[in-house]
Structure formats: C-alpha cells, structure tokens
C-alpha cells in the first residue's frame, strides 16, 4: 500500500513539474513563426542543463543585411503567449494592429504584442551581455536573413526553471516591401516610428516573427510542460482564443513603458 502511495505521489509531483522532475540537459524547441506578413519563420532549439542554455536559431526569409534584434519574452511561469493572430488577414488581427501603412495594410508593433508575449527576459545577443539591458544592442544581433544563431549563455534561474512559459520573438521586417528596412508612412504620409524609439523607424523593431518554447519529453513534445498557458490572471490567454469573438482592444491597448520590446 505504501508502495502505492509512493507512486501515487510521484505521478502528482510529476504532473505538477513536468519540466523540473526531468533530468538534465533537458531539450526544448520553438516554431517560430511568421509576423506581421514577413514570410519569415525560424526553428529554435534549447538544450538547457541547470542555467547554461545552448541556443540555436535557424530561420528563413528574415530581411538580409539589418540587425535583428531577437529575445526570450515572457514573464517567468506566467501566462504569456505569442499574438493569436499574427497577420494581415487573420481573425482579430485588426484588433491587435494599431498601426496602418500607406497601403492599409495594418502592421503591430513591439508594444502592440506587449500585452500577449510580455516584456524581455532575455536578449539573444550574438556576444557579452544577454540580460534586458541589451534588449536594442543592435550591433550584437544576427543580420542575415537565416539568423544562425548559436549560442551558449547563462540564465537567470527563475528564466531557467520556467523556460516552457516564454517565446522566442525576432525583430525586424520590412512591413511596405520596398526592399529596405527604413522610414514606412501611414495613409496620412505620416512616418511610422518605432513603438519604443521615436527615432527609428516602425520596420527596425517590429515582430517578424513569434514562437512559443516547449519541452521536448523522450519521445516527442511534452505539452503537459507548458506548451500552452494556463492559468489566466490576466485574463489574456482566455481572451486569446476568443479574440476574434470578444475583440481585446481594452487589453491590447493596455501598455506600459520599461522594457517591453
Ligand atoms: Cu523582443
């Protein structure tokens, strides 16, 4: 009986910890997906023993030749998720975007995106500093149109211990496809700058691509290990696969400054 208990127990423990009751390194990956219609998408992998990540970023049809500017976003073990909708054309898109071009194509920025994947964790800088205070260094982030990142860095331990619950988001894209990432004006001709720097322009920082970390168990994807959030303090992530429906301009307009990019 006591046998049973035991067991009984450590199934609990297990299903309460999926990612901590397995041995190290352990491995997670991202599917990184395409934003802000950039026909960018990247595979990120994460084998992660104690704090020492070794990160790898592979992507395809980034803009070749800016800097994108790559992190962990996401508060530690909270409730944050990539933008349900991502795209022009998608369902609640419209909802997320607050910025139109020229064209009416409507483009989200960094702060639009705030309210779902969080502020930054982590900066994938391509050398020295890794931390938020690194978050627009942008001559330590990969340039190429394939990224090619890899990297072994020290996180934090509370970024360690909830790495399921944060997403990979890469910056950068050219939002009006003039072949540059520079000045993009809206249906007024007004010029578009970044949600975090008025000096730059909307295209140096905006998503152009999100993708949400899961473990990987032996054997394929652990989704018990926070593939998807749970819990909604904020209300955010049932609100996400609602979107459309329930239209979050309350919450998606709910910003704050710091180091949200
Ligand atoms: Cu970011």
Do not use: K, W
Request: charged share 15%; aromatic share 4%; with cysteine.
């Amino acid at each position: 009986m006591r046998r049973i208990t035991t067991i009984a127990a450590a199934g609990l423990v297990a299903l309460a910890l999926p990612t901590a009751a397995l041995a190290d390194p352990r491995e997670f990956t991202a599917d990184v997906r395409e934003a802000n219609g950039s026909g960018a998408n990247a595979t990120a992998t994460i084998s992660l023993d104690g704090t020492t990540a070794e990160i790898s970023i592979s992507g395809q049809g980034f803009f070749d030749g800016f800097p994108h500017a790559m992190h962990l976003h996401g508060e530690p073990g909270g409730d944050n998720v990539c933008p349900p909708a991502m795209n022009p054309g998608e369902d609640g898109f419209d909802e997320i975007a607050s910025q139109t071009l020229v064209d009416g194509t409507p483009v989200f920025s960094v702060l639009d995106g705030a309210p779902f994947y969080g502020g930054v964790a982590v900066s994938l800088t391509t050398e020295d500093d890794t931390s938020g205070d690194s978050a627009l260094a942008v001559d330590r982030f990969p340039t190429s149109g394939t990224l090619d990142y890899s990297r072994t860095i020290e996180l934090p331990q509370d970024v360690a211990d909830n790495l399921s619950s944060l997403h990979v988001v890469v910056h950068a894209t050219d939002l009006n496809g003039d072949g540059q990432i520079g000045p993009v004006e809206d249906g007024d001709g007004e010029a578009i700058p970044s949600s975090l720097n008025e000096d730059l322009p909307i295209e140096a920082t905006a998503p152009a691509a999100c993708g949400q970390i899961v473990a990987v168990a032996a054997g394929g994807i652990d989704t018990g290990a926070g593939g998807i959030a749970t819990g909604s303090n904020t209300g955010l992530f049932v609100g996400s696969l609602a979107l459309g429906a329930l239209g979050l301009a309350g919450v998606v307009r709910r910003r704050s400054a710091g180091d949200l990019v």
